[in-house]
């Protein structure tokens, strides 16, 4: 199994920034996608990045490219998202998700592991 563990949310102003962190552990070396998932309340899971692990090949939505960026560091099985110029519409709860076979866009029922998600939270 694969377990994920997101850090680095909280609560910024409008145009503030946070990097989040997810932690990869257990049987991970299958794994050759991961990403960056959102949900606010009364809405459905939206992917935000994605990167395909083996070439460090990012995806990003149209409603964050130029804002956020998604990294790794393979020697501390850990993947980041840096994000800037926040906005109240970020405001979701943020999971950390994996799978294996390649990356397939950022559709989150495609994804087979998932942290138990970090809480960013932006005013305005």
């Known amino acids: 199994q694969v377990q994920l563990v997101e850090s680095g949310g909280g609560s910024v102003q409008a145009g503030g920034s946070l990097r989040l962190s997810c932690v990869a552990s257990g049987y991970t070396v299958n794994i050759d996608c991961m990403g960056w998932f959102r949900q606010a309340p009364g809405k459905k899971r939206e992917g935000v990045a994605t990167?395909?692990?083996?070439?460090?090949?990012?995806l990003y939505a149209d409603s964050v490219k130029g804002r956020f960026t998604i990294s790794q560091d393979n020697a501390k099985s850990t993947l980041y998202l840096q994000m800037n110029s926040l906005k109240p519409e970020d405001t979701a709860m943020y999971y950390c998700?994996?799978?294996?076979?390649?990356?397939?866009?950022?559709?989150?029922?495609?994804?087979?592991?998932w942290g138990q998600g970090t809480q960013v939270t932006v005013s305005s």
């Open positions: 998700a994996a799978r294996t076979s390649g990356c397939r866009g950022l559709r989150p029922e495609l994804y087979n592991y």
């Open positions: 990167l395909y692990t083996p070439e460090g090949n990012p």
